[in-house]
Nanobody, 121 residues
Framework: QVQLVESGGGLVQPGGSLRLSCAAS????????MGWYRQAPGKERDLVAH???????NYADSVKGRFTISRDNAKDTVYLQMNSLKPEDTAVYYC???????????????WGQGTQVTVSS
């Protein structure tokens, strides 16, 4: 059973910082790209940041220069460092990973359960 477990969300004031973590666990043969998405109330789930297994990254324009995605391949974990947070960053943040479980022939996309980030004074 493969699962992604997120942590690090919470309430923060505008201008503050948070660090999200997402650890993959279970019967995993390999992990490809990983990413963070977010969904605000009444809106679609959008890509925030993406990182390949080689370390290549891309970001949504709205978070460039403020957010940094990174990963620790030895720990099967991806991180999202969020600085200079704004109220419009408020959303549920979801971790995503394209990974190959043992016994599978093709990679599959897995999602975490989501973690709430609220930016408010």
């Amino acid at each position: 059973q493969v699962q992604l477990v997120e942590s690090g969300g919470g309430l923060v004031q505008p201008g503050g910082s948070l660090r999200l973590s997402c650890a993959a666990s279970g019967s995993i043969f390999s992990i490809g790209s990983m990413g963070w998405y977010r969904q605000a109330p009444g809106k679609e789930r959008d890509l925030v940041a993406h990182i390949t297994n080689g370390g290549g990254t891309n970001y949504a324009d709205s978070v460039k220069g403020r957010f940094t995605i990174s990963r620790d391949n030895a720990k099967d974990t991806v991180y999202l460092q969020m600085n200079s947070l704004k109220p419009e960053d408020t959303a549920v943040y979801y971790c995503n990973a394209n990974l190959l479980p043992y016994g599978s022939a093709v990679p599959q996309a897995y999602w975490g359960q989501g973690t709430q980030v609220t930016v408010s004074s």
